[in-house]
């Protein structure tokens, strides 16, 4: 056998090249799906999304008693005369931990509750029109109050919190009940902190669960502080977290591990609470005072400006924020979404922002800014692939903005075209997606098993944006 060996040269390895993985079959013999490769997959998923269906807000059979339809059916009366009714729209959806139902609410002030396999069946059946008892909701109840946020409760799923920026209540309502009043109400009650006498600053203007702590609720105030209640103890708050500022809050949500309270701005800054928090050390005060610090603020404008690119294309000025929310697949970071259509991630580790999307200004279409301050746009994550849904300010439509924690991320700050087009061409980079659809779009929310995006539009209708079915063809 030794006549057949060739021999290796001297100075050459002699180990086989090594050759790359099989993709595929890694996954298939791991049983595990890396997050890299469940971003790639994900342009598949981009590609394929359209709007299938769109469900008007005519559910109650005495549509003369729901102010969301009369709302509706005013802006149509007035439509030749220009004028436009300003309490209509969906200003908050979220689906439940599971998915089985979609909680929304009007700024007429209407709750609903959907069952989503019902909507979801009913998106390839007749005209809506003709499906007024199918896809009726679960619950329809008009609170007559201007509503803003909505929210599950993690820990009975059950039950669905609702904020309103004309109320310093907190509503909840458990589904299992055919009532149209709350179980409970929480109230705001005076302020220990705030210096707004008036009534205008008496609003709550977003609500949030805590995860660990069953019996935690949170809401964001338009005087500036975050209020937290105790259900086991009172309806009246047991903490006030406030900041040096006493700009109105317009969105809060807590980390993962409900340590820290996030808090965004009207004057365009974010705040940070430490919920675990920690002894008076001033003197004179009580040994058992706790106090609950304000870990930090930044001002969203001055980080822009360590973008060396984007300020020198853009003339930066701070902004109202919108919302803010934690990726579901990445816990650093927190997404936010400006009155002016731009949309980027922070990084809570490094204080940076590390992605920017800044969509063309509507002026170059002859088009202005659909929202308001009273017209809060509240994008959503899709749950597993860093994609960020959120309503164009301007025209018809979703961006699906690829913010995946890498530079090889179009949004990325440090993203280098000319370098990455070519490296991903072969692969098929993931890259930003606009959908154009039906209505103007003021809240997405995102179905968290199959992706499927609902979204509620400024004409208080649901629309839904997935993938089309095609029928096969004999």
Known sequence: ??????????????????????????????????????????????????????FDHNYSTR??????????????FNQETSISYAREGISGLEFDMKGFYLASVTKSGCLTVHDFETLYCTTYGPASSLLEDEVKPLLHISTYLPLNAVRWNPANQDEVACASRQSDKIMLFDIGYISSEPIEVFEKGK???????????????????????????????????????????????????????????????LDLEDRIVFG?????????????????????QSHNEV?????????????????????????????????????????????FHLDDGWSGVLNIGSLSVTHMHCPPPPWLDGMELSASPSNLRRPSWLPTCSIYAVGSSSGNGIYLLDFYPDTSSACHVDFE?????????????????FVPVSQNILACASHPCNSTIIAGTKQSSLLMVSQKCHALED
């Open 264 to 284: 965004a701005s009207k004057h365009g800054t974010i705040y940070a609470w430490d919920l675990r928090g920690g002894r008076a050390s001033f003197a004179f």
């Open 63 to 76: 549509s003369d008693s729901c102010p969301t339809h009369m709302a509706r059916m005013a802006n149509a």
């Open 1 to 54: 056998m030794d006549k057949y060996v060739v021999p290796v040269p001297p100075g050459e390895n002699s180990r086989p090249s090594s050759r790359p993985r099989w993709k595929r079959s890694a996954l298939e013999l791991d049983g595990r799906i890396s997050s890299r490769h469940r971003h790639e997959a994900s342009r598949l998923l981009l590609d394929s999304y359209a709007e299938i269906r769109a």
């Open 191 to 253: 302020s220990k902190s705030s210096r707004h006498n008036c009534a205008l600053y008496n609003g709550l203007s977003d609500v949030a669960f805590a995860s660990s702590d069953k019996s935690r609720l949170l809401a964001a105030g338009l005087d500036g502080a975050i209020y937290i209640w105790d259900r086991r103890q009172s309806n009246l708050p047991c903490l006030e977290l406030t900041s040096n500022s006493q700009s109105q809050i317009n969105s809060i949500v």
């Open 417 to 433: 075209e000319d370098v990455h087009c070519i490296s991903e061409e072969s692969r098929g980079a993931v890259q930003n997606k």
């Open 291 to 335: 106090y609950y610090p304000l870990l930090t603020s930044m001002k969203l404008s001055s980080l822009l400006e360590k973008i060396t690119s984007l300020k020198a294309q853009s003339n930066i000025t701070s902004k109202e924020i919108h919302s803010i929310s934690f990726n579901p697949s990445c816990s650093y970071q927190l997404a």
